[in-house]
Nanobody
Framework: QVQVVESGGGLVQTGGSLRLSCAVS????????MGWFRQAPGKEREFVAL????????LYADSVKGRFTISRDNAKNTVYLQMNSLKPEDTAVYYC?????????????????WGQGTQITVSS
């Protein structure tokens, strides 16, 4: 059984930083790309960042480019999202998900296992 568990959420002031972690078990973590998504109240879930299986490629939403960094540690079966210069519009529930391939489209349909999400609130 595949488990995806996010951690590291919380409340932060505008301009602050947070790092999210996502641990995966029950699957050969290093064989798959990993992604982060977010969903704000009243909005659809949106793509945030994607990292390839071997850490060689990354992709970011325009809204977070230059502020967020996705990384992974295959030895720890964990993917991270470092979030800097946070803005109130970054407030959302953040989800980690496992991609069905080593690299590919960031469309949600391409991801097969999802975590429960962790809340990030950025105060102004």
């Amino acid at each position: 059984q595949v488990q995806v568990v996010e951690s590291g959420g919380g409340l932060v002031q505008t301009g602050g930083s947070l790092r999210l972690s996502c641990a995966v078990s029950g699957r050969t973590f290093s064989n798959y790309a990993m992604g982060w998504f977010r969903q704000a109240p009243g909005k659809e879930r949106e793509f945030v960042a994607l990292i390839s299986w071997d850490d060689n490629r990354t992709l970011y939403a325009d809204s977070v480019k230059g502020r967020f960094t996705i990384s992974r540690d295959n030895a720890k079966n964990t993917v991270y999202l470092q979030m800097n210069s946070l803005k109130p519009e970054d407030t959302a529930v953040y989800y980690c998900a496992t991609h069905s391939a080593r690299w590919g489209s960031p469309a949600p349909v391409e991801f097969d296992y999802w975590g429960q999400g962790t809340q990030i609130t950025v105060s102004s």
